[in-house]
């Protein structure tokens, strides 16, 4: 059975930095395109970024371009998201998936099978 889990979540002020983990057990994410996705309360969830398996091909939402990075370690089974300069509208649960075949570039939420419960990450003013 596949589980996949974040971690790295909290509390910063605006301006601070974290930086989210997601880690896998029953599967081998070094072939699989991995994302991140968030959900604010009252929104629906969206895209956030996305690396591919090779790590050659990355999506970054407008809304975090410049502030987020991606970046994963195949021999650590570990997928990164270095988040800087934390903005209010940040908030949300984050969301670690994994795509649903190996060896596949698409970044739509629909080609995700994998999803971690989520870490909190709330930024304060």
């Known amino acids: 059975q596949v589980q996949v889990v974040e971690s790295g979540g909290g509390l910063v002020q605006a301006g601070g930095s974290l930086r989210l983990s997601c880690t896998a057990s029953g599967l081998s994410l070094h072939a699989y395109t991995m994302g991140w996705f968030r959900q604010a309360p009252g929104k629906e969830r969206e895209g956030v970024s996305c690396?591919?398996?090779?790590?050659?091909?990355?999506y970054y939402a407008d809304s975090v371009k410049g502030r987020f990075t991606i970046s994963r370690d195949n021999e650590k089974n570990t997928l990164y998201l270095q988040m800087n300069n934390l903005e209010p509208d940040d908030t949300a649960t984050y969301y670690c998936?994994?795509?649903?075949?190996?060896?596949?570039?698409?970044?739509?939420?629909?080609?995700?099978?994998?999803w971690g419960q989520g870490t909190q990450v709330t930024v304060s003013s």
């Open positions: 998936a994994a795509s649903k075949s190996p060896y596949t570039y698409d970044c739509r939420e629909f080609s995700f099978a994998h």
């Open positions: 690396i591919s398996w090779s790590a050659t091909s990355t």
